[in-house]
């Protein structure tokens, strides 16, 4: 995993972090450098119990947990640096009682030797996407990753206007 930086204008692009609400509807962008991890499974060992016997016990993989970690962070420390814009209802972290649209885009370092235009290899997007998903609710952004009802991912090879890094958008709506 790459170092993490110390301020948010270090690594960002300058439309991240942005907070915009308009009425009762809220906007969130923000962007979290380094290389994206991919969500793996959970690793199993076979323990032996107080009684003796033994049983499977699954923990997950060290390098997954430590990203969402960092990656659920790093976001709220955006979020709370961030300046609401607009005219609406003030709004409190974890987000709850809506529905949220994401739109995530997985920016990825192009291996020297990759000479190919679109990223059709590993990682997979949909365990890049778990990773991020469960960041925000680790991270205390939202309140339950259930509460996403559209999700549009992508991944991408890193360039000048799409730094290394993960690029979160939530457009939180009401749902009554």
């Known amino acids: 995993m790459a170092a993490r930086p110390t301020s948010v204008a270090q690594t960002h692009p300058g439309r991240f972090p942005r907070a915009l609400v308009a009425g009762r509807a809220l906007s969130l962008s923000v962007f979290v450098p380094g290389e994206p991890v991919f969500k793996q499974r959970h690793r199993?060992?076979?323990?032996?119990g107080k009684n003796g016997k033994p049983f499977v016990q699954f923990y997950p993989d060290k390098r997954?947990?430590?990203?969402?970690?960092?990656?659920?962070?790093?976001?709220?420390?955006?979020?709370r640096k961030v300046e609401l814009e607009g005219k609406g209802e003030d709004f409190t972290l974890p987000i709850r009682d809506c529905r949220i649209l994401a739109h995530i885009r997985f920016n990825i370092q192009r291996p020297k030797s990759i000479k190919r235009v679109h990223m059709t290899v590993k990682p997979d997007l949909d365990n890049l996407a778990k990773?991020?998903?469960?960041?925000?609710?680790?991270g205390g952004v939202i309140y339950d990753d259930n509460l996403i009802t559209d999700l549009m991912t992508m991944k991408r090879y890193a360039d000048d206007d799409h730094p290394e890094g993960v690029e979160v958008e939530l457009t939180c709506l009401p749902t009554s």
């Open 64 to 79: 997954s947990a430590d990203y969402e970690e960092y990656a659920g962070q790093y976001m709220l420390f955006q979020l």
């Open 44 to 48: 199993a060992r076979v323990a032996t």
């Open 131 to 138: 990773s991020i998903l469960d960041a925000l609710v680790q």
